[in-house]
Nanobody, 126 residues
């Protein structure tokens, strides 16, 4: 059974940086997709970024382009989301998700993911 555990959230001032981590366990992830989504209060869940476990493909949502970077450490079965120049509107619960198959053309849709973490809160203050 695949399990995902996020960490690294917290309170940060606008303009600051955070790095979120997602530790994966319980599976063989060779062709899997690892993604990050976020959900702000009263809003729908939004795609942030995704990477193929073998590193061959990476995609970003519009809100993440130019400020966020997704990466992974295969030896540690961990995917990271580095967030720079954080804005008030980045405040949300951030979720790690894993899909068992990378879909050509993108992995930005929730139904493409089979496993989800519990989420980690990121709060950006002014």
């Amino acid at each position: 059974q695949v399990q995902l555990a996020e960490s690294g959230g917290g309170l940060v001032q606008a303009g600051g940086s955070l790095r979120l981590s997602c530790a994966a366990s319980g599976g063989a992830f060779s062709n899997y997709a690892l993604g990050w989504f976020r959900q702000a209060p009263g809003q729908e869940r939004e795609f942030v970024a995704a990477t193929r476990w073998n590193g061959a493909s990476t995609i970003y949502g519009d809100s993440a382009k130019g400020r966020f970077t997704i990466s992974r450490d295969r030896a540690k079965n961990t995917v990271f989301l580095r967030m720079n120049d954080l804005k008030l509107e980045d405040t949300a619960v951030y979720y790690c998700a894993m899909g068992t198959r990378w879909v050509a053309g993108g992995m930005s849709l929730e139904p493409q993911y089979d496993y989800w973490g519990q989420g980690t809160q990121v709060t950006v203050s002014s």
